[in-house]
């Protein structure tokens, strides 16, 4: 049996962010980030595993001096 996806909304993923979720609607308008999301009708959600992979793969590494 597979399992279903599970979905962040705009307010879950702006507060993760720790940005207002206006925000997210402009970065999605300009193409600002290429966050991973599917609209339905007027509904935008965020595919939980797709988000965070998206958000680990924009991270990147310290090193000291």
Same mark, same amino acid.
């Given at each position: 049996?597979? !399992? $279903?996806?599970?979905?962040? *909304? !705009?307010? !879950?993923?702006? &507060?993760?962010?720790?940005?207002?979720? *206006?925000?997210? +609607?402009?970065?999605?308008?300009? !193409?600002?980030? +290429? %966050? =991973?999301?599917?609209?339905?009708?007027?509904? %935008?959600?965020? =595919?939980? *595993?797709?988000?965070? +992979?998206?958000?680990? $793969? &924009?991270?990147? +590494?310290?090193?000291? $001096?």
């Amino acid at each position: 049996m597979s !399992q $279903s996806k599970k979905y962040l *909304t !705009q307010k !879950q993923v702006a &507060d993760i962010l720790g940005v207002k979720v *206006t925000s997210l +609607n402009h970065w999605r308008a300009v !193409q600002r980030y +290429n %966050i =991973p999301y599917i609209k339905k009708g007027r509904i %935008i959600l965020y =595919p939980e *595993t797709e988000f965070y +992979n998206w958000l680990e $793969s &924009d991270s990147y +590494n310290m090193k000291n $001096s």
